[in-house]
């Protein structure tokens, strides 16, 4: 079982940035999991951001419309993640949730999503 929860959202004016932060409970050393963060909005519904998988090699993926401007690591000693939002566009507004899966494929985009936390608001706004 993992618990996780959001920080860092909030009201940004375009151009702006954030750093979003997802820190996790776990019975299983976190480090053994692959965590990944997603955007849900009223238009385009869910949609996956960027993720990391365990382990030192660190696999990362990052959607085509956030490369460049989002940086997804994790510090696995305070059981966190970050994703560092740069250049905010007003289509990156939405909830950003983070989710957590055992890692077990190669790339981290084929791990599943088991535990989910509840999400964080971000708006980018003139």
């Known amino acids: 079982q993992v618990q996780l929860e959001e920080s860092g959202g909030g009201l940004v004016q375009p151009g702006g940035s954030l750093r979003l932060s997802c820190v996790g409970v776990s019975g299983s050393p976190w480090d053994t999991y692959t965590i990944s963060w997603w955007r849900q909005d009223q238009v385009k519904g869910r949609s996956g951001v960027s993720c990391?998988?365990?382990?030192?090699?660190?696999?990362?993926y990052y959607a085509e419309a956030v490369k460049g401007r989002f940086r997804i690591s994790r510090d696995d000693a305070r059981n966190t993640v970050y994703l560092e939002i740069n250049d905010l566009k007003h289509e990156d507004t939405g909830v950003y949730s983070c989710?957590?899966?055992?890692?077990?494929?190669?790339?981290?985009?084929?791990?599943?999503?088991?535990?989910w936390g509840p999400g964080t608001q971000v708006t980018v706004s003139s």
């Open positions: 990391i998988s365990a382990g030192s090699s660190g696999d990362t």
């Open positions: 989710a957590a899966g055992v890692s077990r494929a190669a790339r981290c985009v084929y791990d599943n999503t088991d535990y």
